[in-house]
């Protein structure tokens, strides 16, 4: 009985990896998605993921994803992306996420009162060089903490 319980749990472990390893995109460079302190998103809250460029030139897109809930009091959401590059020099950009029409409806996919927005930024990166680089998102509206935020992420995938 033993015996059968051990290659029964040795089953479904290699199973499990052998899912795991078919579901990875060979072109994603980095994907995070983390949670905020208690529904609220701190200025020091940065989410941010290490990845590897291969080769100079490489283009790729990135796409943020922002979960809220009803309480989230704007209709837009500014972030401020951080990249820093194998050569220690730093990029910012700053973006205006719309989260709602101008009706006030929110614009993500709904689940009871949680909305989920994901949005790609123009135009796709290029890396100029290979190497480690850094990627950090930040909020960078005027309330610190902001309230309403549930998680936020984005997501770094090769263009060919």
Known sequence: MRRRLSSIYVGIVFCCLLLEGCNRNPLQLAQVFDSTEDGSWSWNQAISQTFEVKEAGAKAKVTLQIRHGNRYAYENLYVLLKLKQPDGKVLSLRASLQLADDNGQWLGKSVGG??????????????????????????????????GVEDAGFEVVLVK
């Open 114 to 147: 949680t909305f989920a927005y994901r949005t790609t930024l123009n135009p796709v990166w290029v890396f100029q060089k290979p190497g480690t680089y850094s990627l950090s998102l930040d909020q960078n509206m005027r309330d610190n903490p902001l309230l």
